[in-house]
């Protein structure tokens, strides 16, 4: 099994950070790479909820990803499912928050259970991808 880490700092509090991944508007505002947009999304974050994100390319094709949350501790972590629709395969996202400061925050994103390394260069690329967008949200 592959799995990539990133660790990301951002200049924002941890509450704030962690709610870019929970609150949907928000989520619609980031969570996508480069220009994709993403048109629907869903989250029920609680421990067994779901969500659904569909990021959408300029050509109108669609990506769609959901999952159940499997732990949810406010602004300390989210650990969740990951699967494409359309896949039969599915692989984990554990997320770690942490406050520097009052006014910076620490993420660590691990995304694991990968069966080889190019579908894990792929995610890698998309999570920088997105994570390129999230500070837009504190601004």
Known sequence: MYQLTINREFDTPVDKL?????????IKRWFAPG????PQAEADVKTGGYYRIVMQDDDGSQHIV???YQQVVANESLDFSWQWEGSPKATKVSL???SLDDNRSALE????????QETCDKHDTGWNGCLVNLPSVFQ
């Open 66 to 68: 959901g999952g159940q």
């Open 96 to 98: 770690r928050f942490k």
């Open 35 to 38: 220009n994709m947009t993403v």
């Open 18 to 26: 962690y709610l870019a991944w929970c609150q949907v508007d928000t």
């Open 109 to 116: 994103l691990v995304h694991s259970e990968f069966d080889d």
